[in-house]
């Protein structure tokens, strides 16, 4: 348990480090932050066909089919149904974020994301460990943009610099808590991580889909698409890698 939360604890970090790089640097390179997003859409993208979907009907048979749906529901329910504008990568759009309340939906659908980010890397670290580490790194991979879309969001709503390490430390926080709610859950029923497991594949297909993919291709950087795919190899590499040096 230890281990997970450690791995935990790591990604909330990264994601406040990314903040604090938009707060104290203000034009961080656009490149790297798209790179790095498309890097990891590729890579959870790969995932979630070669190993969640699969390893979820495995182990729910044709239920796995309603928590996958419902994890994708859920993450679009809670970032884009009931939130106005909220997108991945730097705010730039200061006309919509001047209403405080836009820019606190905005925190709040972050922190639902990020929450999810966490229960994620938990129940499948807990189901099988080697897909939980492949999990932690491609959600690693955007916690750098996670983290200055959550600090840019603040500034661009003209709030200040505390104001916005505040806002990043709740999201980081939101993350570790994502890891623990997974082992609540293993105490509770251990049937419930199976359950959690096969949601993730949900909500991961989605963040990866409709977070990070639109982002890429918005962009006028024609390399990013191609990162994408390079994203998909590195989970193919990663994957054998592990694979290896665990027989
Ligand atoms: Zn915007
Ligand atoms: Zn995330």
Redesign the pocket.
Known sequence: MLRILLFGMLASAVEVLGGVLVLYKKDWPRKAQEYLMALSAGFLLALVFFELVPESLKLLGGAASFYIVLGFAVLHFFEHTIVG???FGE???HE??VSKTASMAAISGMLIHAFFDGLSISAAMQFDYSIGLLIFFAIILHKIPEGITVASITL?SKQTVKTAMLALLTIGGATTLGIVAAFILAQVNQSLVGIAFAFTAGTVCYVGASDLIPEINRSENRIAPLIVLAGMLLFYFSQSLLENLIS
């Open positions: 504008h909220l997108h705010e730039t759009h919509v974020m661009a």
